[in-house]
């Protein structure tokens, strides 16, 4: 069984800063792509960020030059540095991971952490 735990959400004032951090854990013989994603009252879960297993990113545009995303192999983790946050990024964010636990990789998902952005 895989698990992937993610823990660094809460409240912060608009332009502040939150860093998310995610740990993947249990039967793992490999992971490959990684990510962050988050979802909205309302709204469908969208794509925040996504980091490859040899560090290739990508990021959705509302978030470029604000949020970072980063990964530790060893450790499976992968990280969201978020700056100059603003209302809109009000969300819960999911991490996901593609991970080898068997035969075939499959796709994991966190629990969700409340991300809230307001004054």
């Known amino acids: 069984q895989v698990q992937l735990v993610e823990s660094g959400g809460g409240l912060v004032q608009p332009g502040g800063s939150l860093r998310l951090s995610c740990a993947a854990s249990?039967?793992?013989?490999?992971?490959?792509?990684m990510g962050w994603y988050r979802q909205a009252p309302g709204n469908q879960r969208e794509l925040v960020a996504t980091?490859?297993?040899?560090?290739?990113?990508n990021y959705d545009d509302s978030v470029k030059g604000r949020f970072t995303v980063s990964r530790d192999n060893a450790k499976k983790t992968v990280n969201l540095q978020m700056n100059n946050l603003l209302p809109e990024d009000t969300a819960v964010y999911y991490c996901?991971?593609?991970?080898?636990?068997?035969?075939?990789?499959?796709?994991?998902w966190g629990q969700g952490t409340q991300v809230t952005v307001s004054s």
């Open positions: 996901k991971a593609r991970v080898l636990s068997g035969l075939y990789y499959d796709d994991y």
């Open positions: 980091i490859t297993r040899d560090g290739d990113v």
């Open positions: 249990g039967r793992i013989f490999s992971v490959n792509d």
